[in-house]
T-cell receptor, first 111, second 113 residues
Framework: DAKTTQPPSMDCAEGRAANLPCNHS???????VYWYRQIHSQGPQYIIH???NNETNEMASLIITEDRKSSTLILPHATLRDTAVYYC????????????FGTGTRLQVTL | KAGVTQTPRYLIKTRGQQVTLSCSPI?????VSWYQQTPGQGLQFLFE???????NKGNFPGRFSGRQFSNSRSEMNVSTLELGDSALYLC????????????FGPGTRLLVL
């Protein structure tokens, strides 16, 4: 799996958009970008994933650059309940069931 | 649909004992993966079972083992517990086909004294 790099921590004011970056400069053509988050001591929660097109669901939007070397997870209106560690993972078909988690970004949403 | 369930949620054992953790996947899911999470090493993949067979394995010693039953429920076993085995053990399920999203359970927190 390609290595991903994320900032260790970020702050965001409640109600504002949270933009979480991820660098995956060595990603290969068949690797998807997955985002999970983990709220304190709970199991990771799936957020969104994509290959090369931008994706949106009820939780977030995923913007992947054209060269696929980086991506941004956008939480459009962050709330206090979005405070969590966010993991960006590159995974291909053969490794989708054995995710390699990095250290993630600790997002703190404040009033 | 009910989510992934894990039992027990909390467990305290002493060094040298063994422990068995259980995971019930989402209905219809055939793949179950296990992960260990510790403050020092983060989230690490242990192994994956699909249709009662171990399909992938992480880099853990043989003290860590697992199995899967015909109803897709899975158990993992850790023998001869060490202090360093204290961790949150997570299981995740998916349908098991290519590029399937994994859904995680709440975890079992194991404390080894």
């Amino acid at each position: 799996d390609a290595k991903t790099t994320q900032p260790p921590s970020m702050d965001c004011a409640e109600g504002r958009a949270a933009n979480l970056p991820c660098n995956h400069s060595t990603i290969s053509g068949n690797e998807y970008v997955y985002w999970y988050r983990q709220i304190h001591s709970q199991g990771p929660q799936y957020i969104i994933h994509g290959l090369k097109n931008n994706e949106t669901n009820e939780m977030a939007s995923l913007i992947i650059t054209e060269d696929r070397k980086s991506s941004t997870l956008i939480l459009p209106h962050a709330t206090l309940r979005d405070t969590a560690v966010y993991y960006c993972i590159a995974s291909n078909t053969g490794t989708a069931s054995k995710l390699t988690f990095g250290t993630g970004t600790r997002l703190q949403v404040t009033l | 649909k009910a989510g992934v369930t894990q039992t027990p949620r909390y467990l305290i054992k002493t060094r040298g004992q063994q422990v068995t953790l259980s995971c019930s996947p989402i209905s219809g899911h055939r793949s179950v993966s296990w992960y260990q999470q510790t403050p020092g090493q983060g989230l690490q993949f242990l192994f994956e079972y699909f249709s009662e067979t171990q399909r992938n394995k992480g880099n853990f010693p043989g003290r860590f083992s697992g199995r899967q039953f015909s109803n897709s429920r899975s158990e993992m076993n850790v023998s001869t517990l060490e202090l360093g085995d204290s961790a949150l053990y997570l299981c995740a399920s998916s349908q098991g086909t290519a590029q399937e999203t994994q859904y995680f359970g709440p975890g079992t927190r194991l404390l080894v004294l």
